[in-house]
């Protein structure tokens, strides 16, 4: 029984780091987003933060490699059903890059209130 459940752990790391790599080699948003969460981890831990300002500031930024990746989902989706311009495919897609966009302006929120509380 927990040798089964192990090998679905394994199982499950596998199809999430195969479909990690999938963003990664198909949408060059992903590396921006990994450029920008490196740069940001950097200042991270070399302004005076506490630990929980350090963890809230670099989980919004996994969070937002979260939404990529189900926007590229949303993506393949869309486009598997159909290649034909549809109103409805369009929306969907847009709304997958909404959710990106929604969840970068929250960590770009964080970002401004934690600087704002140095600099006060």
């Given at each position: 029984?927990?040798l089964q459940q192990l090998e679905r752990i394994k199982q499950r790391a596998i199809w999430s780091w195969d479909g990690f790599?999938?963003?990664?080699?198909?949408?060059?948003?992903?590396?921006?987003?990994?450029?920008?969460?490196?740069?940001?981890?950097?200042?991270?831990?070399?302004?005076?933060?506490?630990?929980?300002?350090?963890?809230?500031?670099?989980?919004?930024?996994?969070?937002?490699?979260?939404?990529?990746?189900?926007?590229?989902?949303?993506?393949?989706?869309?486009?598997?059903?159909?290649?034909?311009?549809?109103?409805?495919?369009?929306?969907?897609?847009?709304?997958?890059?909404?959710?990106?966009?929604?969840?970068?302006?929250?960590?770009?929120?964080?970002?401004?209130?934690?600087?704002?509380?140095?600099?006060?």
């Open positions: 029984m927990i790599v999938h963003v990664y080699r198909t949408e060059g948003s992903l590396m921006q987003w990994l450029v920008a969460n490196a740069a940001f981890a950097v200042l991270a831990f070399v302004l005076p933060l506490s630990a929980g300002e350090r963890g809230f500031l670099l989980m919004g930024g996994v969070i937002v490699l979260a939404a990529e990746c189900m926007n590229t989902a949303i993506e393949r989706v869309v486009d598997d059903i159909s290649t034909e311009h549809r109103d409805a495919a369009k929306q969907a897609k847009d709304c997958g890059s909404a959710a990106v966009a929604v969840t970068a302006v929250g960590v770009g929120i964080g970002w401004v209130c934690v600087i704002g509380g140095l600099i006060i």
